[in-house]
């Protein structure tokens, strides 16, 4: 994944493909911070007709553009604005505080509970409304990943049309 928001920031970053950098797009209305790196998975286009959003666990944030080996955990289905919107929860892969976890079942629940929390009210104050709801596992998880990265070939190929025409195809320079 690449991280566009680090750990702790209330700043949010966005890959801009057509210009090839990260911009900042807003500070959050509210006073919060993300619960972890955010970002996103090259070469995938979500239901959203963004790259699928990542939220991995970090002890330290990293830096906006760093590239983290991750792996999936579980999934958070939401609905943002009255669109449907995926949330991946990933650990990284080299840190050896989490290579223990993987499943859904092995994040604190209260670390769950503050994620879902956050994704709940952080838009409210500027005026859009965000549902939970649920998790999925591993597997629904990988599922989504593989089914965006297919998405984002057909679009690339142009055998589908985007839903919307996309920002950047992110990822489609190097492939």
């Not at 549902?131 to 589908?160: F, H, N």
């Amino acid at each position: 994944m690449i991280v566009e928001i680090p750990k702790n920031s209330s700043n949010k970053y966005e890959y801009d493909g057509n210009l090839g950098v990260f911009r900042l797009d807003r500070s959050l209305y509210s006073p919060m911070h993300y619960p972890g790196d955010y970002g996103f998975i090259p070469g995938t286009l979500a239901e959203d007709n963004d790259p699928m959003d990542v939220l991995v666990l970090v002890q330290e944030p990293s830096f906006t553009g760093c590239l983290i080996e991750v792996r999936p955990v579980g999934i958070l289905n939401m609905v943002d604005s009255e669109e449907g919107d995926q949330k991946v929860l990933a650990v990284p892969n080299r840190n050896p505080r989490y290579d223990q976890i993987h499943t859904m079942d092995q994040i604190f629940s209260h670390v769950r509970r503050e994620i879902e929390h956050f994704f709940t009210i952080y838009k409210e104050l500027q005026g859009a409304h965000t549902r939970m709801e649920g998790w999925g596992g591993p597997r629904e998880a990988r599922r989504a990943i593989m089914t965006s990265r297919q998405r984002y070939l057909d679009v690339k190929a142009g055998t589908v049309a985007a839903i919307q025409p996309p920002v950047a195809v992110v990822g489609a320079a190097s492939e």
